[in-house]
């Protein structure tokens, strides 16, 4: 991981605009434009996903907050690329919020859905003039006027988004609607957001939710007591512990019996137990402020 001054980051990202990187040709400001055109019906549910080794575990289960395949994302040596063609291993510029300083982080995992169908066109001025992002709408930007992560749907007219180096840009306006689109997000390693390119201006979005681990959770058989839910085998539960952790910080050991520890960004702990009463494994899971849950192997 490295960090960059805010002057650096202006610099280099000043001559983004016309390229996505070496990967592509397109004119970043050519695809805003084009992005605003989207519309069409609801589509029937289909999820692909890849994952780190190509385990789709850790992509499945995530939630609807994505962008079109064009949309061009800021790279760690300055340049963009099209989010869908941004690989695992790859690295991104992205930072804190509130953060002058830029720092660069390791793609993790790259998910692609069809089943997302509520978009939102996102338009801000930059010195080009307006220029449109389509997402998602749940998907989050960091907005400096409410200093929250807010879904795209939930930004309003006069919001300030965050830009590298400390700077801002202004909402100018937004449009929902429903369309048919493949949608790719991206899980960063260790700091969770990453720079998306609208013109030629880059902006602060939230990378991939974690798995929604509470709805599975609760969608799982339920064991003997109400904070218990079962799986099939060993296999099973460590594909989902490993999907609901992808991306998380990962907190030290806890010995031989829970080598696996991490913390969510919602604050939940989860942990993986090689032996339990049972004699199976099992996943420990804390949620902040709420009485523990567990997922065991068969019923108890």
């Not at 992509?59 to 079109?68: D, E, I, L, P, Q």
């Not at 001025?125 to 907005?143: K, V």
């Amino acid at each position: 991981m490295a960090r960059l001054g805010g002057e650096a980051v202006v610099g280099a990202i000043a001559g983004i605009e016309g390229s996505v990187g070496a990967g592509g040709a397109v004119a970043a400001g050519a695809g805003a434009g084009a992005l605003g055109d989207y519309s069409g019906s609801l589509v029937a549910a289909k999820i692909a996903a890849e994952a780190v080794g190509g385990d789709s575990a850790a992509a499945a289960c995530v939630g609807k907050n994505s962008f079109t395949g064009d949309t061009p994302v800021l790279m760690a040596d300055g340049t963009s690329k099209p989010i869908a063609e941004v690989k695992v291993g790859d690295e991104v510029r992205n930072s804190e919020p509130d953060d002058s300083f830029v720092e660069h982080h390791v793609v993790a995992a790259l998910h692609i859905t069809e089943d997302d169908h509520d978009f939102v066109d996102v338009t801000v001025g930059t010195s080009s003039g307006p220029r449109a992002i389509a997402t998602t709408a749940h998907h989050r930007f960091w907005d400096e006027t409410t200093r929250t992560w807010t879904d795209a749907a939930d930004l309003r007219v006069g919001d300030h988004l965050s830009t590298p180096g400390g700077g801002q840009i202004a909402v100018q306006s937004l449009r929902r609607y429903a369309a048919v689109n493949r949608t790719y997000n991206l899980t960063i390693e260790d700091l969770h957001t990453y720079y998306v390119i609208v013109g030629e201006t880059a902006v602060l979005v939230h990378n991939a939710g974690l798995c929604d681990w509470r709805s599975e959770f609760d969608n799982l058989a339920a064991g003997k007591q109400g904070h218990v839910r079962t799986v099939g085998d060993a296999q099973e539960l460590r594909g989902m512990f490993d999907g609901w952790t992808a991306g998380a910080q990962r907190l030290p050991s806890r010995g031989a019996k829970i080598p696996d520890v991490y913390r969510l960004d919602d604050g939940t702990v989860m942990q993986w137990r090689t032996a339990s009463q049972s004699g199976d494994e099992t996943v420990d899971i804390f949620p902040p402020g709420s009485k523990g849950l567990k997922v065991h192997i068969g019923d108890e």
